[in-house]
């Protein structure tokens, strides 16, 4: 099959994309949108291509629009854009396949759909690649050091907050941490000055937390910041009995688009389920790994959708009432009072509580790698023609040389998918 792109020549998942074609049009076709198209170029699912490719779709049931958001997080808002432009291209909704990265975004994108009556529903398929990206730590620590490890890679003002939190109650002292004072995506570094002004009145820190930020960046190693999938982030994770997760997401407006539609009311008058599910990253999977219990910083109800999922909360080994707070700072000081109860637990209640949450973890890893592989087998067995495009796929279940499917389960996180 053909595998053609408007701007995008190097995809990082499917590998070299051809031009769009301009005059001839070939069946076969894969046309391909993701949310670089997006970022970059500022296109949109109704203007990436032009009238005479949509023609071609309509009229070629061989030729398709693939949409990847496999690694990517999308809200109510993204999906009634989308819904809009399956009604206005005038091809069959099932010429588009998208690729999302959970069952949960699955579910919700076919809530929307349905609620702009879009029929027949599109494809909809799953291929979680930040799990996928995942490895099994390449070492264990001779010892456990510290009581909770934390990271944070990108500056986010809720992180500034927690962190300084954390240091006014003086438990920064039990960690193992990062925190670092960049954002990669808008190639910023921030100054003391420029976090206190991102922070604002809604996150400016209180007391002696102000000291924490002048203290920005602390590193785990000195030799400067490593990459994300590096062991130097599972070390830290494996050294404490309890990590600190520290998602992508602690609130749904965190957005570079503009949150608004005609037929959506306001991001703030929105019930928060309704605006995006919960946003599962490496960082999660990170934690599953490494087989220890977390406090998740993420968005509301992220802890009742991990269950929805198949996987176990910590609860009650682990106060979660945080989760179903929904203001956000509120949110976060109940995160930070939960962190200081358990530093803070006698000698026999801390133990008592590290062995109760081990089960939890067997479990939740056992899941992790049983979910892996059989969601993404499913996906290679549902879309064929993609296997030739995938770039990793031969590191996992796919046997080239024997143009089958590898069905022993000991391929999984034995090889580094990504090179950073």
């Given at each position: 099959?053909?595998?053609?792109?408007?701007?995008?020549?190097?995809?990082?998942?499917?590998?070299?994309?051809?031009?769009?074609?301009?005059?001839?049009?070939?069946?076969?076709?894969?046309?391909?949108?993701?949310?670089?198209e997006r970022v970059r170029f500022g296109t949109t699912l109704s203007n990436f291509i032009k009238e005479k490719h949509f023609d071609h779709i309509s009229k070629d049931e061989t030729s398709f629009i693939l949409v990847n958001y496999q690694d990517d997080y999308f809200n109510v808002y993204d999906a009634t854009h989308w819904s809009d432009a399956i009604k206005s291209n005038g091809i069959c909704p099932s010429n588009y396949v998208f690729v999302v990265k959970d069952m949960a975004f699955k579910n919700f994108l076919e809530n929307v759909f349905k609620k702009n009556s879009i029929s027949p529903l599109p494809k909809i398929t799953i291929l979680d690649q930040l799990k996928l990206n995942v490895l099994f730590p390449e070492s264990k620590p001779e010892k456990i050091t510290h009581k909770f490890s934390g990271l944070?890679?990108?500056?986010?003002?809720?992180?500034?907050?927690?962190?300084?939190?954390?240091?006014?109650?003086?438990?920064?002292k039990d960690f193992i941490f990062s925190f670092h004072n960049m954002n990669p995506y808008m190639n910023k570094v921030f100054d003391y000055y420029d976090m206190l002004s991102d922070m604002g009145?809604?996150?400016?820190?209180?007391g002696s937390g102000f000291e924490f930020l002048r203290q920005v960046p602390?590193?785990?190693?000195?030799?400067?910041?490593?990459?994300?999938?590096?062991?130097?982030?599972?070390?830290?994770?494996?050294?404490?009995?309890?990590?600190l997760l520290i998602e992508s997401h602690f609130v749904q407006n965190e957005s570079i688009y503009e949150l608004v539609h005609p037929r959506l009311p306001n991001i703030k008058e929105?019930?928060?389920?309704?605006?995006?599910?919960?946003?599962?990253?490496?960082?999660?999977?990170?934690?599953?790994?490494?087989?220890?219990?977390?406090?998740?910083?993420?968005?509301?109800?992220?802890?009742?959708?991990?269950?929805?999922?198949?996987?176990?909360?910590?609860?009650?080994?682990?106060?979660?009432?945080y989760d179903a707070i929904e203001d956000h700072r509120e949110r976060a000081i109940a995160i930070t009072e939960e962190v200081n109860r358990i530093i803070n637990l006698s000698e026999t209640e801390y133990k008592k509580i590290v062995k109760g949450c081990q089960e939890i973890c067997e479990h939740n890893l056992n899941l992790l790698v049983e979910e892996n592989f059989t969601v993404s087998q499913q996906y290679y067995k549902d879309f064929p023609q993609l296997i030739p495009h995938l770039k990793m796929v031969a590191n996992g279940y796919w046997d080239e040389k024997n143009h089958d499917f590898d069905n022993s389960k000991h391929h999984f996180m034995t090889h580094s998918f990504l090179r950073y």
């Amino acid at each position: 099959m053909k595998f053609v792109s408007k701007s995008i020549e190097n995809d990082m998942y499917y590998g070299m994309l051809e031009r769009l074609p301009q005059k001839i049009f070939e069946p076969n076709t894969i046309y391909y949108y993701d949310r670089l198209e997006r970022v970059r170029f500022g296109t949109t699912l109704s203007n990436f291509i032009k009238e005479k490719h949509f023609d071609h779709i309509s009229k070629d049931e061989t030729s398709f629009i693939l949409v990847n958001y496999q690694d990517d997080y999308f809200n109510v808002y993204d999906a009634t854009h989308w819904s809009d432009a399956i009604k206005s291209n005038g091809i069959c909704p099932s010429n588009y396949v998208f690729v999302v990265k959970d069952m949960a975004f699955k579910n919700f994108l076919e809530n929307v759909f349905k609620k702009n009556s879009i029929s027949p529903l599109p494809k909809i398929t799953i291929l979680d690649q930040l799990k996928l990206n995942v490895l099994f730590p390449e070492s264990k620590p001779e010892k456990i050091t510290h009581k909770f490890s934390g990271l944070s890679r990108c500056w986010q003002p809720w992180r500034g907050f927690i962190f300084s939190k954390l240091f006014e109650k003086n438990c920064l002292k039990d960690f193992i941490f990062s925190f670092h004072n960049m954002n990669p995506y808008m190639n910023k570094v921030f100054d003391y000055y420029d976090m206190l002004s991102d922070m604002g009145s809604e996150w400016s820190p209180d007391g002696s937390g102000f000291e924490f930020l002048r203290q920005v960046p602390v590193e785990l190693d000195k030799g400067g910041l490593k990459p994300k999938y590096s062991n130097i982030t599972y070390d830290a994770i494996q050294s404490a009995d309890f990590h600190l997760l520290i998602e992508s997401h602690f609130v749904q407006n965190e957005s570079i688009y503009e949150l608004v539609h005609p037929r959506l009311p306001n991001i703030k008058e929105m019930p928060m389920e309704e605006i995006a599910p919960a946003f599962f990253t490496e960082k999660t999977y990170k934690s599953i790994v490494c087989k220890k219990p977390f406090i998740a910083c993420s968005t509301p109800h992220f802890i009742k959708e991990f269950k929805k999922l198949g996987y176990r909360s910590f609860a009650p080994w682990i106060d979660e009432s945080y989760d179903a707070i929904e203001d956000h700072r509120e949110r976060a000081i109940a995160i930070t009072e939960e962190v200081n109860r358990i530093i803070n637990l006698s000698e026999t209640e801390y133990k008592k509580i590290v062995k109760g949450c081990q089960e939890i973890c067997e479990h939740n890893l056992n899941l992790l790698v049983e979910e892996n592989f059989t969601v993404s087998q499913q996906y290679y067995k549902d879309f064929p023609q993609l296997i030739p495009h995938l770039k990793m796929v031969a590191n996992g279940y796919w046997d080239e040389k024997n143009h089958d499917f590898d069905n022993s389960k000991h391929h999984f996180m034995t090889h580094s998918f990504l090179r950073y």
